[in-house]
C-alpha cells in the first residue's frame, strides 16, 4: 500500500516539476565496496601523469601491483572504482595529489570520492557540515539512518536496499570520513584548515568543491 502511494506521489511531482524528478541522476553506492585507499590512489595518479591514458594507467597499475591482491578480480574492480574517484580531479588536482603534503592528498582524495559519489558529498554537505555550522560537536549512525530514509522517499536505488547492504554503506562511509580526517575515531567533526593554494584554488573555481568540508571558522 505504501508502495503504491509513493509511485503516486512521484508520478504527480514528475508531471508537476519535470526538472526536479529527472536531472539529478542515480545514487552510486559502489563507494561501499572498499576504503579510502589514498596511497592507492596516488599511485594510480601517478602512473596516469605518466601515460596520459586511465585505460592505460589502470593496466599498468594492475601489472605494477598498485593495489595488492591475491586475486586478480578483486585488484581491478578495485583499481576501477579507484580510479572512478580519481579521474574526477583536474589535471592541477592531480598533479597536487602526487606532489602535496599528506594533508593536500587527503583533502583531495576526500573531494574526488564526492564529486565521484553524490550520497557521500549530500551526506557531507546536509549532515556533516550542517552540524559543524550549528556547532552539534559529532555525527552518528542515527543521522545516517536519518539522512537515508529522507533520500530512499525519491530514490528507488536507496529504497531497495536491503537493510545489510545499508548498514554496510552506513559503516564504509564512517570509515571514509575518519581516513580523511573529516571525523575522528569518536565520530567527533573535525574543523578541517585546507592549504593556503588549496582553499585558494577552489574558491577561485566558484564551485561547491568546499561545501563537503567543515571548514574551521574564519575571524
Same mark, same amino acid.
Given at each position: 500500500? #505504501?508502495?503504491?502511494l509513493?509511485?503516486e506521489v512521484?508520478e504527480?511531482?514528475?508531471?508537476s516539476? +519535470?526538472s526536479?524528478?529527472?536531472?539529478?541522476p542515480r545514487?552510486?553506492?559502489?563507494?561501499?565496496?572498499?576504503?579510502?585507499?589514498?596511497?592507492?590512489?596516488?599511485?594510480?595518479?601517478?602512473?596516469?601523469?605518466?601515460?596520459?591514458?586511465?585505460?592505460r594507467?589502470?593496466?599498468?597499475a594492475l601489472?605494477?601491483g598498485? #593495489?595488492?591482491?591475491?586475486r586478480?578480480?578483486? *585488484?581491478k574492480?578495485?583499481l576501477?572504482?579507484?580510479?572512478?574517484?580519481?579521474?574526477?580531479l583536474d589535471a %592541477?588536482?592531480?598533479e597536487?595529489?602526487?606532489?602535496?603534503d599528506? =594533508?593536500?592528498? *587527503?583533502?583531495?582524495?576526500?573531494?574526488?570520492?564526492?564529486?565521484?559519489?553524490?550520497f557521500?558529498?549530500e551526506f557531507? =554537505? $546536509?549532515?556533516?557540515?550542517?552540524?559543524?555550522?550549528?556547532?552539534?560537536?559529532?555525527?552518528?549512525? =542515527?543521522?545516517?539512518?536519518? #539522512? #537515508? $530514509?529522507?533520500?530512499a522517499?525519491w530514490?528507488?536505488e536507496?529504497?531497495?536496499?536491503?537493510?545489510?547492504t545499508?548498514?554496510?554503506?552506513r559503516?564504509v562511509?564512517?570509515?571514509?570520513?575518519?581516513?580523511?580526517?573529516?571525523i575522528?575515531?569518536e565520530?567527533r567533526?573535525?574543523s578541517v584548515v585546507?592549504?593556503?593554494?588549496?582553499?585558494?584554488?577552489w574558491?577561485? %573555481?566558484g564551485?561547491?568543491?568546499?561545501?563537503?568540508? +567543515?571548514?574551521a571558522?574564519?575571524y
Amino acid at each position: 500500500m #505504501f508502495a503504491n502511494l509513493l509511485k503516486e506521489v512521484r508520478e504527480i511531482v514528475s508531471r508537476s516539476s +519535470p526538472s526536479e524528478a529527472h536531472v539529478l541522476p542515480r545514487y552510486r553506492l559502489s563507494f561501499g565496496t572498499g576504503g579510502f585507499h589514498l596511497n592507492e590512489a596516488i599511485g594510480l595518479a601517478k602512473i596516469f601523469l605518466d601515460e596520459g591514458d586511465w585505460d592505460r594507467a589502470l593496466s599498468k597499475a594492475l601489472v605494477e601491483g598498485v #593495489f595488492p591482491s591475491r586475486r586478480e578480480s578483486t *585488484a581491478k574492480r578495485m583499481l576501477r572504482e579507484i580510479g572512478h574517484k580519481v579521474r574526477e580531479l583536474d589535471a %592541477q588536482e592531480l598533479e597536487w595529489l602526487v606532489t602535496g603534503d599528506r =594533508d593536500e592528498q *587527503a583533502a583531495l582524495l576526500w573531494v574526488a570520492t564526492c564529486r565521484a559519489y553524490r550520497f557521500v558529498a549530500e551526506f557531507a =554537505d $546536509e549532515v556533516v557540515c550542517r552540524h559543524h555550522k550549528s556547532y552539534i560537536p559529532d555525527v552518528s549512525y =542515527d543521522d545516517f539512518d536519518a #539522512f #537515508f $530514509e529522507r533520500k530512499a522517499e525519491w530514490a528507488d536505488e536507496l529504497l531497495h536496499t536491503t537493510n545489510s547492504t545499508r548498514h554496510k554503506l552506513r559503516a564504509v562511509l564512517f570509515r571514509l570520513m575518519r581516513e580523511a580526517d573529516i571525523i575522528s575515531s569518536e565520530n567527533r567533526i573535525n574543523s578541517v584548515v585546507l592549504s593556503a593554494q588549496l582553499d585558494n584554488y577552489w574558491q577561485a %573555481q566558484g564551485s561547491s568543491t568546499l561545501s563537503v568540508f +567543515p571548514l574551521a571558522r574564519r575571524y
